[in-house]
């Protein structure tokens, strides 16, 4: 498959969206318990895997990982690599079933949290980290509702965006 200047663009812009998005919520103070973060980037993958393709979605997130590696360190990009790639291909399998945007969301969040909490279990070698995981699980029902949702309200306007028909209300397109 040959990519266009334009699809080369929208990927960067992705990819700029979501890296952006990652470092912001790395360094707000959130008052979450430890190791809880919203989660919004995903908003950016999921938008990939749903309106461009799995590829691009992949290829997104271990771009990602790699920046969260290059600012945070080795742990962290792998953890993130980790969370990434299971939470995509459980998002990927989830839209392939026809789910809603809510059950690919808390789905894809709920196997990201899974597997940083495994990747952080063999990291440390501690398996008692795993007592952890009902308050992940928690959490991601919770940012996953908030980024589906989020995604569920923007997503008519990314794709009349996309297609050249947004329109502001009493503006005529030139």
Request: with cysteine; net charge positive.
């Amino acid at each position: 498959m040959k990519r266009t200047a334009k699809d080369i663009t929208t990927l960067g812009l992705l990819l700029a969206l979501a890296c952006a998005i990652s470092y912001i919520e790395s360094v707000l103070p959130i008052p979450l318990p430890l190791g809880v973060k919203p989660g919004l980037a995903s908003i950016v993958v999921m938008y990939t895997l749903i309106e461009r393709n799995p590829r691009d979605a992949l290829l997104l997130t271990l771009l990602k990982s790699g920046f969260v590696f290059l600012t945070r360190g080795v742990t962290a990009g792998i953890l993130s690599a980790s969370g990434g790639l299971l939470a995509l291909g459980v998002m990927l399998f989830c839209h392939k079933l026809n789910s809603s945007l809510l059950t690919i969301s808390i789905s894809g969040a709920a196997a990201h949290n899974l597997a940083q909490l495994i990747a952080a279990a063999l990291l440390l070698q501690n398996i008692n980290l795993t007592y952890y995981l009902p308050v992940l699980l928690i959490a991601a029902v919770i940012s996953g509702g908030v980024t589906g949702g989020c995604l569920a309200a923007l997503l008519p306007r990314l794709r009349a965006a996309q297609n050249g028909t947004l329109r502001k209300k009493g503006k005529e397109e030139p």
